[in-house]
């Protein structure tokens, strides 16, 4: 059964990091792109990163380009967000999914397979 999982949430200061893990099961990793998700209460869903099956090409949304970092670890058939410099506007709840392809423009609409996310809050 093809299944993403999310951990790594939880409370950070301003100015700090957070990893965060999407743990792939039913699936090759490696056959596979995932992206990263966030959505704030009473906004849009956003694409946040995305790292494609090959080659790791990625993608990054410009709020968080030059903070976030995203990377893949077949061998745990695991994705990682690593999240520096954190800011009050990065809190949301962050969810994984998979697609194709990893493309510059980071639509949900183009992913499936959703996790049931993690909250991060990033407060003093």
């Known amino acids: 059964q093809l299944q993403l999982v999310e951990s790594g949430g939880g409370l950070v200061q301003p100015g700090g990091s957070l990893r965060l893990s999407c743990v792939v099961s039913?699936?090759?990793?490696?056959?596979?792109?995932i992206g990263w998700f966030r959505q704030a209460p009473g906004k849009e869903r956003e694409g946040v990163s995305c790292i494609s099956s090959v080659a790791s090409l990625t993608n990054y949304a410009d709020s968080v380009k030059g903070r976030f970092t995203i990377s893949r670890d077949n061998a745990k058939n695991t994705v990682y967000l690593d999240m520096n410099r954190v800011k009050p506007e990065d809190t949301a709840v962050y969810s994984c999914?998979?697609?194709?392809?990893?493309?510059?423009?980071?639509?949900?609409?183009?992913?499936?397979?959703w996790g049931q996310g993690t909250q991060v809050t990033v407060s003093s």
């Open positions: 039913g699936l090759s990793l490696d056959t596979t792109a």
């Open positions: 999914a998979k697609s194709y392809t990893c493309l510059p423009t980071i639509r949900a609409d183009e992913y499936d397979h």
